[in-house]
């Protein structure tokens, strides 16, 4: 072993007078023969600790500094352990042991005696900062104990210090290569080659680009993608070593450590140019200094702080570039330098002969990682299960399928090195080698049994920061992205059939499988090839709500909903009184559909739209409500939309189903007079002046960006829709759905626009698709119609690099930006129209149906549901007229449904399938002298006893066409 720098005590008293060699009097390096090799050390500031091969007993060492800054070494001390120890790590005046089996005891400065730290076990490294400790666990779990005073110990803001091991919760699920410590920070590294800082940034020993303290795990973003595979630290510096052998530095600089020849903080990593070419393989950190190995040169390279002789150069002097530590040639061409190390003003080299290569050392001079799951494990499992093994692969299974650190750290993508490219867009992972393994687990059903139970405990714990990002899912091929959807389809289904017939309290992991379902739909939204909704649906919670036994008080689905749905949901209605009325349990169903609308289908969905609409159309029966006498409009066919307008104006609540009283008119509102109000009005809206909307080619309104002379319109366009929505009418306004996207919040794309206008869509794919001599052809800048879409839009022009931001930043223009306080005013009244949030649980798609109406006719429901009044179903007359309407094109079908309902396109909840029209006699002796009429209040219609099909259908014919004078309510 050579050792050289701060070494008061020679050889630290590992050997006899006989056994240090001295290399030479400058350079303060010394050769240490022991006669049992060393197999690992560390040192701190005040301590320094070593392993013999056989693991058996550790040395410490201690230095002790007296007032006039002298420091002595005290006489070296062995220290018994029950436990054969493989690893150490020393901090300022602390050493923590890692032992064989898994668990750690530290040594203080008060006794040489080890003790147990908490109750760590499976531990494969330990690290020690000056005043706290680190230990990482085989199931990638990692603790942390001791001083917090500078977030050291990555727990969170305002976390005291503690003396027993915390779990760093934020690197939870995250697969780990190493853990390090410097003076008051900390650092993680993963197996995809991210780094993870925490602590004190004084000097910017962080890497994040300033100097602020961390008090949980950061990611050092700019270190992406360079492939780090080891970090060390000095008390305020850090280093880094990538692959390819490059060295980072950052941090404080004050004695030269970081070898950029200044004595400059550097406060992002900083490429030691000196060593560039020289493929260093190995890096160790003192307090301030840092030590950098080239094994196919067999030099080692020293630079920063020196006085004590720690740079081995043979000056006692600070040095700020990397130069080489002046080993002995005599020894050097007879030994192999297997691992290098520093710390406090230390600096060592482990050595073995060139034929005994490695075999002084411990395994733990290669850092275990984080347990994963690999081919050779899978095999022993297969071959091994029968056997009396198999109690000890059941705890193997456990350990590795209950942590998401080893499912997550296996099956990396490690051709060319793609594991190192992990991104928000980039798994890094083989998927290929995760479906072989599983094909292979699924071999012995006894195996995979043991994985499922395994699994389902492990969904349970999940949080969502484990989860993918969008951008990941969206990469998948579309045959893995069906699988996943399937997945946690598959395991929400088995839940809830647990829960009804076991009655087991997965109230919980159903919540989080439903987020799940609900992310990977929305990511299914943005994909070129979409998966079908229905994929998404949960059917056995759908047929229960659509039978209504979740609203039954006594259901066994009550106590399911309540426990997905939790117990602090905020109410979604606005009227107190009202929410008194309403039933908590409903509330949470609510909020579980809000939250999670893609596992159930429209119709169930409709089930519960319509029961919300019915609690609170009972709550109001229940309360007298003297000051909402103003619920119901009346209104004058000629000037529709000014009586209206001025009569919502004057409305002070909006909590009520809206009744509407034509002048001069006796029908009585009961759902028919609201329809025909509504329907009237979407014409109205189309032609009013000021314009709110325009009609684009594609047949579809949309906010006109010319609002002069608006006042309150749009709020009240919006207040319309709101209530058309809520008085379950609908309103004859053909919106795209990037309106019903917007009101729920979601981010409108291009394919938005090709809905509503097709030519403007089609000239910026045109865009996106055109090769480079094309795109800079059309002499684009970032402009639409006079407008800049970013500042100093009209000097940018439009490249193949930036092309995909024009597009976006136009469509923004385009849907959301030109038409800011347009949508923001009808927003408002959206809002205030439609007091009751349940909407929020239907996708656009849904809620633009509910607004504007279902166009798929169920024409032989009209007839199946028909009741008579005057007439039978066998009478001649009836069955004239079933048989002329059955022979009607659907263009007088939809006429015949405007004549008698006021409206050709029906809500979702009152289609077809739903809606009771009445067939009455007219009562006419002369019955061939009239028309059929229709009473839209009532869905009525009126029809005279004709003497012949023939004379039925000109009558019948003539009314739908000219529905606007015969219809009568």
């Not at 969170?156 to 027993?164: F, W």
């Not at 979407?682 to 000021?690: C, D, F, N, Y």
């Not at 996207?741 to 509503?756: A, C, I, P, Q, V």
């Amino acid at each position: 072993m050579f050792s050289w720098g701060e070494n008061i005590r020679d050889g630290f008293g590992l050997v006899k007078s006989n056994g240090l060699v001295k290399a030479n009097t400058d350079s303060c390096l010394n050769v240490i023969l022991t006669k049992s090799p060393i197999a690992h050390l560390s040192a701190g500031n005040k301590v320094v600790a070593f392993i013999r091969s056989n693991g058996k007993v550790s040395f410490a060492c201690r230095m002790h500094e007296y007032k006039d800054g002298r420091r002595v070494t005290w006489k070296l001390k062995g220290v018994e352990c029950r436990e054969k120890i493989l690893a150490l790590s020393c901090g300022d005046t602390h050493v923590v042991l890692l032992s064989e089996e898994g668990r750690v005891f530290c040594l203080t400065s008060a006794s040489n005696d080890p003790r147990p730290v908490g109750n760590l076990n499976q531990v494969i490294q330990v690290a020690c900062g000056d005043q706290h400790s680190i230990a990482l666990t085989q199931d990638g779990k990692v603790f942390t104990w001791g001083q917090n005073s500078r977030g050291q110990l990555g727990l969170g803001k305002g976390e005291p210090s503690t003396s027993s091991p915390q779990p760093v919760k934020s690197l939870s699920g995250i697969p780990l290569a190493q853990i390090t410590a410097g003076g008051d920070h900390s650092f993680a590294l993963t197996l995809s080659g991210a780094v993870f800082g925490w602590g004190k940034n004084s000097a910017g020993q962080l890497g994040l680009g300033d100097t602020i303290d961390r008090p949980a795990p950061a990611p050092v973003d700019c270190l992406n993608l360079k492939k780090t595979i080891a970090i060390s630290c000095g008390v305020e510096h850090t280093v880094v070593l990538t692959k390819g052998g490059l060295v980072f530095t950052f941090g404080s600089g004050r004695y030269g450590q970081l070898g950029h020849n200044s004595l400059r903080n550097e406060l992002r990593p900083r490429l030691v140019a000196e060593l560039w070419g020289a493929k260093v393989t190995q890096i160790a950190c003192g307090r301030n200094h840092t030590l950098a190995f080239v094994g196919s040169f067999k030099k080692i390279y020293s630079f920063g702080h020196g006085e004590l002789g720690q740079l081995g150069n043979g000056v006692k002097m600070d040095q700020s570039v990397p130069l080489p530590v002046q080993l002995p040639q005599d020894h050097i061409d007879d030994l192999q330098i297997e691992q290098t190390f520093a710390g406090g003003n230390h600096s060592f080299a482990l050595c073995s002969s060139a034929k005994e290569s490695g075999k002084g050392l411990n395994d733990s001079r290669v850092e275990k990682m984080t347990r994963t799951l690999d081919n050779d494990i899978i095999d022993r499992w297969i071959l091994q299960c029968d056997s009396t093994s198999w109690e000890k692969i059941q705890k193997e299974i456990t350990e590795t399928f209950s942590s998401a650190s080893c499912l997550n750290g296996s099956f990396l993508d490690k051709s060319c090195d793609k594991h190192y490219q992990t991104s928000l867009k980039h798994s890094g992972l083989d998927l290929s080698l995760a479906r072989m393994a599983f094909q292979k687990l699924a071999e012995k059903d006894k195996v995979l049994a043991e994985i499922h139970e395994v699994i389902c405990v492990l969904l349970y714990q999940l949080n969502s920061r484990l989860i993918p990002t969008e951008g990941l899912w969206s990469t998948l091929s579309d045959s893995f992205f069906r699988t996943v959807v399937k997945a946690f389809h598959s395991l929400s289904a088995e839940y809830l059939q647990q829960m009804a017939v076991k009655r087991c309290d997965h109230g919980k992991s159903l919540k989080k499988t439903f987020g799940l379902l609900q992310r990977l739909y929305d990511v299914n939204s943005k994909r070129r090839r979409r998966i079908t909704v229905d994929t998404f649906h949960v059917n056995k919670i759908s047929s229960l709500f659509q039978s209504k036994l979740v609203l039954d008080l006594n259901s066994e689905l009550t106590e399911l909903v309540w426990d997905i749905s939790g117990e602090d949901d905020t109410y979604w209605i606005e009227s107190e009184m009202i929410l008194s009325k309403i039933k908590r349990y409903k509330d949470n169903i609510f909020c579980l559909l809000k939250d999670y609308p893609c596992i159930l289908d429209t119709e169930a969905k409709c089930t519960v739209w319509m029961y919300a609409f019915d609690q609170i159309k009972d709550c109001h029966e229940d309360i007298e409500y003297g000051w909402l006498c103003d619920k119901t409009v009346k209104v004058d066919r000629e000037t529709l939309l000014d009586d209206t307008f001025q009569q919502l104006r004057k409305m002070t609540c909006h909590m009520v189903a809206l009744k509407v009283k034509f002048q001069a008119e006796n029908g009585v509102d009961e759902g028919g007079v609201s329809l025909e109000f509504f329907s009237l009005l979407g014409r109205e809206l189309l032609t009013m002046e000021p314009k709110t909307l325009e009609v684009y080619e594609s047949g579809l309104a949309w906010f006109t960006t010319d609002d002069g002379g608006v006042t309150d319109e749009f709020y009240l366009l919006g207040l319309l829709c709101g209530k058309a929505l809520f008085n379950q009418c609908v309103l004859n306004l053909c919106f795209p759905l990037a309106l019903f996207k917007k009101l729920l919040g979601l981010t409108t794309t291009l394919d938005d626009l090709k809905e509503l206008s097709p030519t403007e869509a089609s000239c910026l794919q045109y865009v996106l698709d055109e090769d480079e001599e094309v795109v800079e052809a059309l002499d684009l800048v970032f402009m639409d119609k006079g407008q800049e879409l970013i500042p100093n839009g009209e000097e940018l022009p439009v490249t193949m690099v930036n092309r995909k931001k024009y597009v976006d930043l136009y469509v923004d223009m385009k849907l959301n930006k030109s038409v800011q306080i347009q949508f923001a005013d009808f927003e408002k009244g959206f809002h205030k129209g439609c007091p009751t949030q349940t909407w929020r649980m239907f996708l656009p798609e849904e809620l633009m149906t509910l607004l504007q109406g279902d166009d798929n006719y169920e024409w032989d429901k009209l007839r199946k549901n028909a009741e008579y009044q005057g007439y039978r179903p066998t009478d001649d007359i009836i069955q004239n007229f079933w048989s002329v309407f059955t022979e009607f094109s659907e263009e007088q079908k939809k006429k015949f449904l405007t004549f008698l309902t006021g409206t050709d396109r029906l809500p979702r909840g009152r289609s077809l399938s739903k809606l009771q029209m009445q067939i009455t006699s007219l009562g006419s002796t002369d019955a061939d002298e009239y028309y059929p009429k229709a009473q839209t209040c009532s869905v009525t219609l009126c029809l005279p006893n004709y003497s012949s099909i023939d004379t039925l259908q000109e009558k019948l014919l003539h009314a739908i066409t000219h529905c606007d004078v015969f219809g009568d309510a």
